[in-house]
Nanobody, 122 residues
Framework: QVQLVASGGGLVQTGGSLRLSCTAS????????MGWFRQAPGKEREFVAA????????TYADSLKGRFTLSRDIAKNTMYLQMNSLKPEDTAVYYC???????????????WGQGTQVTVSS
């Protein structure tokens, strides 16, 4: 079992930036990939970005390319999501996840963090 702790959310104005962190512990050697998802009120959870454990292979939701950047610090078992040029529509609870495959399909992940709230004011 892998435990994930997400942090870094907060309130930011339109155009601002935030960096989210997700730290993994436990059976991390069994994890091949990590990802970020988000869920806005009244909407389904949507894919943001995913990475192989090494961080060498990263994929993004097409709509977020160029504004969001996923990175990994393997030594710290931590994944980051740098979010720039934030918009009100980015407001959501952001979740990190771990699993056997870097994919946009949330059901493929078997460990989830608790979520961190990101609110972008207009």
């Amino acid at each position: 079992q892998v435990q994930l702790v997400a942090s870094g959310g907060g309130l930011v104005q339109t155009g601002g930036s935030l960096r989210l962190s997700c730290t993994a512990s436990g059976r991390t050697f069994s994890t091949a990939a990590m990802g970020w998802f988000r869920q806005a009120p009244g909407k389904e959870r949507e894919f943001v970005a995913a990475s192989s454990w090494s961080g060498l292979s990263v994929t993004y939701a097409d709509s977020l390319k160029g504004r969001f950047t996923l990175s990994r610090d393997i030594a710290k078992n931590t994944m980051y999501l740098q979010m720039n040029s934030l918009k009100p529509e980015d407001t959501a609870v952001y979740y990190c996840a771990a699993g056997p495959q870097a994919t946009a399909i949330s059901g493929k992940y078997n460990s989830w963090g608790q979520g961190t709230q990101v609110t972008v004011s207009s």
